[in-house]
């Protein structure tokens, strides 16, 4: 993905359905998200939450993640997370 002032990057998504909200499977599969980019050799992986999303913001912290700046993307505010793979 290339985002204003960040370039092209590698980022981190997900969705879940309401169904499955709050039972830690964001957490989990941010997680192993997070080793996989790891094991693929990246040096560094993002995540974009909209502002408004704290529980997306907490799943990122979990995993690793620490807020870098904010971005406006399609007109909703995100907060952009990065983690740097140290080798």
């Known amino acids: 993905q290339s985002v204003s002032g960040l ?4 980022d981190l998504g997900y969705a879940f359905d309401k169904n499955y909200w709050g039972n830690g499977y964001a957490t989990e599969t941010a997680k192993a998200l997070v080793k996989h980019a790891r094991d693929l ?7 974009f939450v909209d502002q408004e999303n704290t529980a997306s ?7 690793g993640f620490k807020q870098l700046t904010n971005v406006q993307i399609r007109g909703i505010a995100h907060l952009v997370y990065k983690i740097t793979f140290e080798r």
């Open 57 to 63: 913001q907490i799943v990122a912290l979990k995993s």
């Open 7 to 10: 370039g092209t990057l590698v």
């Open 41 to 47: 050799n990246l040096t560094e992986l993002f995540a």
